[in-house]
């Protein structure tokens, strides 16, 4: 009996396994409730936020418009003969309804045509940079007027300034497949006809900036051109590639050998249709420039420097002394 007794005498580590036995059976069950697959667990959904632009879609479409601003700044203002920047201030995605609502009364409103998705995209423009573009484009100084609807044939040299804008859209947004035509002018009353009130638009905000006037273009893009193209810009844009060093090496030799446009020149000023009418040969025409005042050099006409005439043995040449910022 003594025996037995002290057969029934439990060591430490049989009552540990006594225990991990009893914890065992809850342990197993808590597994097998639990899914083997963590992916498949379910996560709630919201609706509402169907069909938007992730960050990594943004950046591209930030990237690719930086491009577009840049492009227009220096093709308009050699146009014009004057100052005019293009700047990207954000892109978001908004209700159509809302990008109506900001729209104000008096201003410029056209649809733009997308091909070859054949959808429209609205482009709105602030009147305030309007008189000036108009008094460029007809000879003057480009100076600021009074914001007020515009005449048949002051909206006719607007039209042909956005068929400018619409040609530097289709030169950045070719590498994704898009072309901008543009249509005609929309008045308020027909925005809303132009798709869904409720549809989410891509809403891209520009800040233009002219010697005497500033003010905001706007373009709104439907949802098929973010269903359908940005996963493509995402690709196109945001890969990382990397040459080797010989191919880089040939690509900057090839480039160095592209001639481009350059030349001399005094800073625009203007003269008396007068003065210009009693001109002969010998006769000494003042300009309006001050003597210290330099040159400036300029490549594919954007000025770089501001620079002086020389001569180097038989040839002209230019002393370059300031850069332009």
């Known amino acids: 009996m003594s025996g037995n007794k002290k057969d029934k005498t439990l060591k430490q580590d049989e009552i540990d396994a006594l225990f991990q036995a009893a914890r065992a059976p809850k342990a197993e069950g808590a597994a097998a409730a639990a899914p083997a697959d963590p992916r498949s667990k379910a996560q709630p959904y919201s ?24 492009n227009l700044t220096h093709n308009l203002g050699a146009w014009l003969r004057s100052t005019f920047e293009v700047t990207l201030v954000s892109a978001e995605q908004i209700p159509f309804n809302q ?47 009074q914001l007020r609807e515009l005449t048949d044939i002051e909206e006719s040299i607007l039209a042909s300034v956005v068929e400018v804008i619409c040609r530097e859209l289709s030169a950045a947004w070719e590498p994704v497949g898009l072309s901008f035509h543009y249509e005609q002018r929309q008045m308020h009353t027909q925005i809303a006809h132009l798709m869904p009130v409720s549809e989410k638009t891509l809403c891209l905000n520009f800040e233009v900036r002219m010697e ?24 196109d844009w945001t890969r990382q590639r990397s040459h080797n060093p ?6 900057r030799e090839n480039v160095g050998k592209a001639a481009v446009g350059g030349a001399l020149q005094l800073p625009p000023f203007r003269v008396l249709a007068r003065e210009i009418e009693g001109l002969e040969p010998g006769a000494i025409l003042r300009f309006p420039l001050a003597s210290s ?33």
Do not use: W
């Open 246 to 251: 010989e191919t880089r090496k040939r690509m």
């Open 47 to 70: 609706f509402s936020r169907a069909g938007q632009i992730s960050n990594e879609q943004m950046r591209a479409i930030s990237l690719l418009n930086d491009i577009f601003a840049r």
């Open 99 to 145: 990008f109506i609502a900001r729209i104000p009364e008096l201003s410029y409103v056209c649809s733009v045509r997308l091909e070859p998705l054949r959808a429209v995209s609205v482009l709105q423009m602030e009147m305030a940079p309007a008189p000036s573009i108009i008094d460029l484009l007809l000879g003057g100084a480009g100076a600021a007027g």
């Open 293 to 325: 005042r330099p040159a400036e050099f300029r490549v594919a006409g954007v000025p770089l420097f501001g620079a002086t005439p020389v001569r180097r043995g038989e040839h002209r040449g230019a002393h370059l002394a300031t850069l332009h910022k």
């Open 212 to 235: 005497e006037a500033s003010g905001l273009m706007n373009l709104a893009f439907p949802a098929v051109v973010s269903n359908t193209i940005l996963h493509r810009m995402v690709g």
